[in-house]
């Protein structure tokens, strides 16, 4: 083990502040759920409000080791028995007790999760849209019952109809460019004539 692995796995003895085992659990629990998206300042304030850490130079640190332990652990698919290897040995032996056992009691489901993210991904993202899509006509919806009832109904049809003429006046100004141009030659023809 280098200096560098010492410097992480120093941080692991925050966790003893914890005051219970599920809280560690909850920890571990939140860094999966956010393994894609990282973590929110809610999900920050939560672990270090469990931790009783001033500040995030603190948590970052031990949530970096966290994380590599969950991956090793998920992704390696290590035995049960190998866990507790992971672990060098200045690390705390209640500790390493602690996480073995949670990490092996969430290693089935989040292996499941990972076979899961591959296979239904595109499934997943067309009920997302489809939730998104009903969402937006529901506001929509919403949008236009709330105008009737605050007699904005008046307002949007006369905006209706002031875009409609807008739009009557802008072909008809088209019109009239494309008819001009159709009668200038005559004149140039005219005026060309006089100067011969």
């Known amino acids: 083990m280098g200096d560098g692995n010492h410097g992480m796995w120093g941080h692991l003895p925050l966790l003893v502040r914890a005051n219970s085992k599920e809280s560690v659990e909850y920890i571990l629990q939140a860094l999966w759920r956010t393994r894609r998206t990282g973590l929110d300042a809610a999900d920050r304030q939560i672990f270090r409000d469990i931790l009783q850490l001033p500040s995030d ?9 966290l994380r590599v332990l ?17 672990f060098p040995s200045e690390v705390l ?48 919806t919403t949008a236009v019952i709330n105008s009737k009832l605050h007699g904005e109904g008046d307002a949007k049809f006369q905006l209706a109809k002031d875009s409609m003429e807008t739009m009557l006046k802008s072909m008809y100004c088209i019109r009239n460019q494309l008819s001009d141009p159709a009668e200038t030659p005559d004149r140039h023809i005219v005026q060309n004539s006089n100067v011969v």
């Open 93 to 140: 032996p209640e500790l390493q007790r602690l996480l073995t056992i949670l990490l092996q009691k969430f290693q089935k489901e989040w292996r499941e999760d990972i076979s899961k993210d591959q296979v239904t991904f595109p499934h997943l993202k067309s009920m997302t849209s489809n939730v998104e899509n009903k969402k937006v006509e529901q506001t929509e």
């Open 70 to 86: 969950i991956r090793r652990c998920v992704y390696e698919n290590i035995n049960k028995d190998e866990i507790q290897k992971l």
């Open 57 to 65: 130079s603190d948590l970052d640190p031990l949530l970096v080791c």
